[in-house]
């Protein structure tokens, strides 16, 4: 198994930048497909974005272009951790964010495809 924990959170201005980062143990990330999820206040968790153990394949929510043009993930296998760059942070942003792992090809898009989830890190733009 892997255990995750994410790290780089905190509280920013609207149009700030953070870098999550999620570090891995117990085993390499490089054994994973690897996805960012977000969870806020009353809602559902919802799909952020997801890179596959290749970096051949790198999905991000469609649900809000913006997130396509703001957030970016990347992966660092020799460092067994996984990356979300976010830019031009919004208050509607503001949630708790989780890194999970799956064994599937490819980047899975959905939460029922990750079997190994990090204890979330909160992360709060204000306007």
């Known amino acids: 198994q892997v255990q995750l924990v994410e790290s780089g959170g905190g509280l920013v201005q609207a149009g700030g930048s953070l870098r999550l980062s999620c570090a891995a143990s117990?085993?390499?990330?490089?054994?994973?497909?690897m996805g960012w999820f977000r969870q806020a206040p009353g809602k559902e968790r919802e799909f952020i974005a997801s890179?596959?153990?290749?970096?051949?394949?790198?999905?991000?929510?469609d649900y809000a272009d913006s997130v396509k043009v703001r957030f970016t993930i990347s992966r660092d296998d020799a460092k067994n951790t996984v990356y979300l760059q976010m830019n031009s942070l919004k208050p509607e942003d503001t949630a708790v964010y989780y890194c999970?792992?799956?064994?599937?090809?490819?980047?899975?898009?959905?939460?029922?495809?990750?079997?190994?989830w990090g204890q979330g890190t909160q992360v709060t733009v204000s306007s």
């Open positions: 117990g085993r390499t990330v490089s054994s994973y497909a």
């Open positions: 890179i596959s153990r290749s970096r051949l394949n790198i999905y991000y929510a």
């Open positions: 999970a792992a799956s064994g599937l090809s490819g980047a899975p898009t959905r939460r029922l495809e990750y079997a190994f």
